[in-house]
Every structure is written in C-alpha cells, then in structure tokens.
C-alpha cells in the first residue's frame, strides 16, 4: 500500500490536480508498435521505455506486467502521485491551464469509482497489479487519406510527398526513417494477436485510431476475435475515423458488440475538409454521416462526436461547421475541438495577428449561439473557450513561422492539385 494512503484519507486536493487514472487500467500500442503512456502525450515523447532505456515495443514479446510495472512506468505513476506532471501530460497540464477540459479529466470521471482504490493498492514503490481496462490500438500506418497535417508514420500516402517537398518545411524526425515507415512487420505478428488476447478478457473499453482503422483489415480481425472468445456483449468498442468509408461487413459486426463511439475526424465544413485531408470528399462523408445519425440505433452506436484538430486552416470557419451540425439530431451537435501543437508551422501561433483579432471574434459569436442550444456538453465549451484562449496575441511570435507556412502550402498544394486562397482567401494580403 502507497504509505500514508487510505481510503478514507484520499485527499482529493493533493491528487486531484495530476493524477490520471490510465498509468494504472490502460494499454496504448501506437503506430509503429510501441507500448506508450496514451495517445493524448504521443508528441511529448510518452514511449515507455525498458531496463536499458529502450522504447518497448510489441515484437519484445513483453507481459502485460512487465509493461506496466517497469520502471518508467513505476516512476511515472509516482510523480502523478505527488503532485507532479510528467513531461508526457504536458497536452493535458497546457489544456486545464488554459480552463479547458482534459483528456485526464474525462477518463478521470469516467472511471471515478475506482480510483480510490487503485491508489490504495499501488506500492510504495509505484508498482501495481495491472489489470488493462482500456485498451487502445493505432494498427500501423494503413490509411485512404494523407492530411496536410500528418506524416508517413501515420499514412504511407505521405511517403511520396516526403520526397517532393523541401526538407525545411517537413518535421526532421520522420525524414531519417523514411524508408521504416514503407512496412509494419509488427501488425502480422502472432506477438500482437496474442497480446490483445491475453488483454481481452478483462478488458471493457477497447479503441481503435490510424492510420485509418475502418480501412485496416486487423481491426475486423480483432472484433471476430472478441465474438469468438465470447467478449464481445461487455465490451464498448470506439474509434478515430475519417468516415470515408462505411460497408455493410463493419456495421453487422458492431451489432454484437455492447455498444459502439465513433469519434469522427473532420476538420471544416465541405471543401475546406477535402483541402485538409486530401483525397477526402465531403459528399461522401456527408452521406455516411446522416446515414449513421438516422441508423446508429440498429448497430448499438451510443454516441457520434465530430472531432476537429483546430490549426491555422480552419481556425477562420469553424462557424460553418458548427452551423452544418445545427442539423443533425442524434450526431453531437457540437465538435470537440483539439488544438494542433505540431507541425508548429500549422498551428494557430502561426496566424497572423490582425486574423488572430478576427478568429476571436468569429469563437465568441460560436459561443454565444451555443449559449442557446440545449445538450451540449461542457467539456466542448470548454474546449472551444480553450481555442480562443490560446489564440492570445503572442508578442514574441516568430514571423518566419507563416513563411515557413506559405512556403509548405504552396509546395504541398503544388503536389496535390490544391489551392489555399480557394479555401483561405483571408490570407491573400498576407502572403503577398
């Protein structure tokens, strides 16, 4: 027992302000196999690291326990314990500086009658008896899409670009593993199947992200694996998706799972979307987006939340699509809004001040319309209050951060038949 803990002294001032239940309940196997912390603190270096300090990863053939009880993470759960983030929470500690909501807070709540006691039974010495909840699989880098935001270790369609455009407005850390990115020998192995069925049985939430998992032919081998070992009727299944794709072979296995989430990722209303996340069409996502908000009782969809990765693209016209949204009845009617931190060229420091001035302004007439409508979640208010607040004149911004922009959109929409100023007129002054 973690001394000086108990049940009836959990100090929920002390705790409270960092500690995160998924160090103790979740597993997150990433896109190039490697066991890290959660998906929330992948750009901030979260990869759980062994005796020898070398990333863990799938094909080590490690235990459930020995990934979880390593010294990273023993080390880990301690300083959440004691009052300290880890450099891997900086998303979540930036987020709640900034009076949003959390990923920490929300699976904080949603596992909030257990936390008590996993802090009672972690050992002084920050070791635990793991039992994985959660699970979370990011099943390599197999997608339809290649977004402007994203890299080859995401989606092989990004591979060719990397070898079109200039180095100096591609992020470094993906141009030397280049050519590791053209396979995924971890997502054949028989290591990852059995991990995933030694994790199965005690396993009540499991999450699937891209690549593109509606596009990967291991998530439908994992769901029949799941039916097969009668696991199923317990477990809540969710995605990441980009909904381009919706086939009738997907839909009839979600109708033996308990209940399904969708996360949709879209990140402006029609054209802006396809200008983002080439080859998307918004018909087509459009489509399969009313299908589901008039069908999602018949395969056990509990909820349908639009997910938008706010950066310097859309910041100008979110508007729309909040508005396009209004329409819908069971989908969310509001997105939940993520700010983009990389590639910095991207995000919303990138904007020019005078559009900054604008952007607030467009924020706070959203959230003056929300103000209106009833059943909308406040951690999505609160995420939206979080993307005005971060849209802060910033004196000591780089200038040479929007050339850097320019230069990337011009060479990457040169590449793939795209225009920015057709989406982004705004921005036409500034660039000349």
């Not at 998530?219 to 995605?239: D, V």
Request: contains cysteine; negative net charge; charged residues 30%.
């Amino acid at each position: 027992m973690l001394q000086g803990v108990a049940i009836s002294k959990f100090d929920k001032e002390k705790f409270g302000k960092t500690f995160c239940v998924l160090p103790w309940i979740h597993s997150f196997i990433n896109l190039g196999g490697e066991h890290q912390v959660c998906c929330t603190g992948e750009e901030f270096s979260n990869y759980i690291l062994d005796e020898n300090n070398k990333r863990m990863n799938v094909l080590d053939n490690k235990s459930v326990d020995d990934v979880m009880n390593s010294q990273y993470m023993k080390d880990f759960r301690l300083k959440l314990l004691a009052g300290e983030f880890p450099n891997a929470c900086t998303r979540c500690a930036v987020t709640e500086k900034n009076d949003g909501i959390s990923r920490r807070c929300i699976e904080n709540d949603q596992y909030s009658e257990l936390v008590e006691d996993l802090i009672e039974e972690t050992k002084e010495d920050g070791e635990i008896d793991p039992k994985i909840i959660h699970s979370d699989y990011r099943l390599g880098n197999i997608c339809n899409l290649k977004c402007r935001m994203c890299n080859p270790r995401a989606t092989k369609k990004w591979i060719k670009d990397y070898s079109i455009l200039s180095e100096d407005v591609l992020p470094q850390e993906f141009l030397s593993k280049i050519d590791s990115y053209k396979e995924s020998p971890w997502l054949d192995s028989e290591i990852l199947t059995d991990d995933f069925r030694k994790k199965l049985p005690t396993m009540t939430r499991l999450h699937f992200g891209g690549g593109e998992p509606l596009y990967n032919p291991k998530m439908l081998e994992m769901l029949r694996i799941s039916i097969e070992m009668g696991h199923a009727h317990k477990l809540t299944i969710s995605y990441n998706t980009n909904l381009t794709i919706l086939n009738n072979e997907i839909l009839d296995l979600w109708k033996q799972f308990k209940s399904v989430k969708l996360l949709i990722s879209i990140d402006g209303f029609g054209e802006l979307n396809d200008y983002i996340r080439p080859p998307s069409k918004w018909g087509v996502i459009d489509k399969n987006l009313k299908f589901l908000d008039t069908h999602h009782a018949d395969y056990n969809i509990e909820e349908i939340i639009v997910s938008t990765t706010v950066q310097i693209n859309n910041v100008l016209h979110l508007d729309k699509l909040f508005n396009y949204l209004c329409d819908f009845s069971f989908v969310e009617r509001c997105p939940n809004l993520i700010a983009l931190y990389f590639p910095q060229q991207l995000s919303l420091i990138t904007l020019p001040k005078p559009l900054t001035i604008l952007a607030k302004f467009k924020i706070d007439s959203i959230l003056e319309k929300i103000k209106k409508q009833d059943g909308v979640q406040e951690f999505m208010i609160q995420n939206l209050r979080q993307i005005r607040e971060s849209l802060k004149i910033r004196e000591s911004q780089d200038p040479k951060l929007f050339e850097k922009f320019v230069k990337f959109s011009r060479e990457y929409d040169n590449a793939n038949g795209l225009d920015l100023l057709s989406v982004n007129p705004e921005f036409e002054k500034f660039i000349s």
